[in-house]
């Protein structure tokens, strides 16, 4: 039986990333003790890697495929087919930062005034080209971790990634520029995806994670409406697309079904039952195929 190796990126996306496989019908199971995590389909294995490394064992074909940030695939200069952009993340669901961030009493306003100074940052590679862009001469050191507290002592400034920023708040850190955006990609080798049943195999996962992302926050509602009242019914829904109407055994009556964001739940319901709407049923989706 043919295999296709999958690289599951290991930290703070494991268990996002599992989930999100969950909505899409794959059950990962991923125990602390193994790198090689479980899932419910005998057509593929996975393994742990960090982000951080993901695209370059994907471009060397250790592994056919594998999620990891795009900051990553920039970083390791990594020639590999990104197969889908997938927007998810530890916390939420905005794209990630890279920022150059300084001591809250630093003189530091601007890149400008990192001439001479040391940087702390994971990024090496896109903090260099950074400073070039910039035309600035500074020293850039590689972080092993922890980097929101080397400054001011061990360095000037930092370039680390964030999703919110709150972890630099609570460093008494400022941030003074966006270095770049990133979101996670699915990935793969350029030779795998020359592998019909593996290209096949891919494209089947990426479609269906993307379906999960999209019905993310929207939620299925299905109601009964006298045809008398049906296009101020319609005029109330907030549609995803038109909604489905079709005839019911009653004459006189239909049934509507439309997909609309959960957000918006709470006052619709009421308005459509008092603009004649009855049976209002809200259920939950797992995946939105566009």
């Known amino acids: 039986m043919p295999k296709l190796s999958l690289g599951i990126p290991k930290g703070s996306l494991e ?25 419910d389909d005998p057509e593929i294995e996975c393994m742990l890697i960090r982000a951080q490394e993901m695209s370059r064992y994907v471009e060397e074909g250790v592994l056919d495929c594998g999620l990891t940030g795009r900051d990553w695939i920039e970083e390791n200069g990594s020639d590999v087919v990104e197969v889908a952009e997938l927007v998810y993340g530890k916390v939420g669901r905005k794209p990630l930062r890279w920022v150059l961030a300084v001591p809250e009493d630093s003189s530091i306003k601007g890149p400008k005034d990192l001439e001479g100074k040391r940087i702390a940052t994971e990024v090496v590679g896109l903090t260099k080209k950074y400073l070039e862009k910039h035309k600035v ?35 008494k850190l400022r941030i003074i520029d966006t270095l770049c955006e990133s979101t996670t990609r699915f990935i793969a080798n350029k030779a795998t ?14 479609m269906l994670l993307k379906a999960v992302l999209a019905a993310e926050g929207k939620v299925g509602l299905m ?34 079904n439309t997909i609309v964001d959960e957000h918006v739940v709470r006052d619709l319901i009421p ?19 566009e």
């Open 193 to 206: 995806m020359k592998d019909k049943w593996k290209k096949a195999k891919i494209e089947k996962l990426a």
């Open 271 to 289: 308005a459509l039952k008092a603009a004649g709407a009855s049976g209002i049923v809200e259920y939950p989706l797992n995946k939105i195929v």
């Open 15 to 39: 268990e996002t990333t599992a989930e999100m496989f969950a909505k899409a019908g794959y059950k990962v199971q991923i125990s602390s003790r193994s790198y090689y995590p479980t899932i």
């Open 137 to 171: 001469k500074a020293s850039v050191e590689f972080s092993w971790g922890a980097t929101e507290v080397k400054p001011p002592r061990l360095a000037d400034a930092i370039v680390e990634i964030t999703e919110t920023g709150s972890s630099l708040k609570a460093n």
């Open 223 to 256: 109601l009964n409406v006298q045809k008398k009242n049906l296009d101020k019914i319609i005029g109330k829904l907030p549609a995803l697309e038109r909604p489905t109407v079709s005839s019911l055994s009653e004459e006189g009556w239909c049934a509507l």
